[in-house]
């Protein structure tokens, strides 16, 4: 009796899952935003975000301003001041290097240009 029952639930429990995977859609990329690299804008250059987190003495450095507006990631910045990132709004940012670097979540990271294609 206990094997009859367990059989009848494996098997409606298995055919209930089926049929739910079925019916889910698969993912449509047609569907999902374009997202561009995260980057800034800054004296009519676009600098992209690296990945790198940088430490160096910040009274070395002139803060050359702060991030003023923030646009979606899927949209490049095309302002002076502006971003595709999260809100990073009143990030200070300083050229450093070859780049640039933002400071944002107590650290600061490094952004850097690109030859044209």
Known sequence: MQR????????F??????????????PTI?????ALPPSVMVNNTLYFYTGRIIFFDTAEYECLGTITSVVTLS?????NGQSNMFNIVDAPYVVYEDGLALFW?????????REDD
């Open 4 to 11: 009859c029952v367990f059989l009848t639930l494996l098997i």
């Open 13 to 26: 429990f298995m055919s209930g899952c089926t049929s739910t995977i079925n019916e889910l859609p698969g």
């Open 30 to 34: 047609s569907n999902a935003p374009a």
């Open 75 to 79: 949209q490049m910045p095309s302002e």
């Open 105 to 113: 979540d107590d650290e600061w990271h490094f952004f850097e240009t």
